[in-house]
């Protein structure tokens, strides 16, 4: 069946420093979207890629989605404290499917 | 964007029990999703709900198991059914707004 692959699973930065999640699909996505939860909440919507090479930007992150729409990436310039969480990513492809996330720490 | 509401919050259930999960939109929706997110883990799709339709499981979830009730267009129940300690998670509804997936506050069930 589909799967979504994330790595790392644990990233620990100082506040300052650059920080990247990735994220492989076993197929083919129509789109891919991204998502932050921070401890002890749900789930909270980022962003949604869909052409093949896209980028976008949102502040100091950036997702950009690979040409073969099978992987995608989320970076963030200079972190913050504020960045502390989970961050998913969901493959669309018969269903949403979800990578194991990448937990972010930040320390100041 | 969609404001959801999950009830209970969370809750402590006896082994063999079931428990019933309610979610409710601030709007109309097609589809309603339900999740679970074990402890430390990334959320698993249970099954999707169609109002005036059986739901849809996924591999790995019944029906019998995981009984779902979709019955207007802004609400949804998902039952957790003869419980053991394995269904101990985090149960999150959610719906598909404009291609963003909203999440529900969650539902945190531990069965002992």
């Known amino acids: 069946g589909q799967q979504v692959m994330q790595i790392p699973q644990y990233q620990h930065v100082q506040e300052g420093e650059d920080f990247t999640t990735y994220c492989n699909s076993s197929t083919t996505l129509s789109n891919i979207q991204w998502y932050k939860q921070r401890p002890g909440g749900h789930p909270v919507f980022l962003i949604q890629?869909?052409?093949?090479?896209e980028v976008k930007k949102q502040k100091r992150l950036t997702f950009q989605f690979g040409e073969a729409k099978k992987n995608s990436s989320l970076h963030i310039t200079a972190t913050q404290t504020t960045d502390v969480g989970t961050y998913f990513c969901?493959?669309?492809?018969?269903?949403?499917?979800f990578g194991k996330g990448t937990t972010l720490s930040v320390s100041s | 964007s969609a404001v959801i509401s999950q009830k209970p919050s969370r809750d402590i259930c006896q082994r063999g029990t079931s428990l019933t999960i309610q979610c409710q939109v601030d709007s109309q929706v097609t589809m309603m999703f339900w999740y679970r997110q074990q402890p430390g883990q990334s959320l698993t799709l249970i099954a999707t709900?169609?109002?005036?339709?059986?739901?849809?499981?996924e591999s790995g979830f019944v029906i019998d198991k995981f009984p779902i009730s979709r019955p207007n267009l802004t609400f949804s129940t998902l039952t957790v059914s003869n419980m053991s300690p394995e269904d101990s998670s985090i149960y999150l509804c959610?719906?598909?707004?404009?291609?963003?997936?909203?999440f529900g506050p969650g539902t945190r069930l531990t069965v002992t």
């Open positions: 709900a169609n109002q005036g339709s059986e739901a849809t499981y």
């Open positions: 969901a493959g669309a492809g018969t269903a949403l499917i």
């Open positions: 890629l869909v052409k093949s090479g």
């Open positions: 959610s719906v598909d707004q404009g291609h963003e997936q909203y």
